[in-house]
């Protein structure tokens, strides 16, 4: 299992793929502030969890959780 958490695993993954908080913010349909919030550690939202997995090319449970569907074959 992977110790990062879910602020850390959003940021990387936004960063990775060159996209700013905004436009990130925009593409899920949440304020750029919750996405601040997000990385920063301070929420754990995740009511949008499927959205921010789609925009950001990941898997949900990896986003969430640190694991992968593919982990726990």
Request: proline share 1%; charged share 30%.
């Amino acid at each position: 299992m992977n110790d990062s958490t879910l602020a850390t695993r959003i940021k990387e993954r936004r960063k990775a793929l060159d996209i700013t908080q905004t436009e990130l913010a925009e593409r899920v349909g949440m304020r750029q502030q919750s996405i601040q919030y997000l990385e920063s550690g301070k929420g754990n939202r995740t009511s949008f969890i499927l959205e921010l997995a789609k925009v950001l090319r990941c898997d949900p449970n990896w986003l969430l959780n640190g694991e992968s569907t593919e982990d726990r074959a």
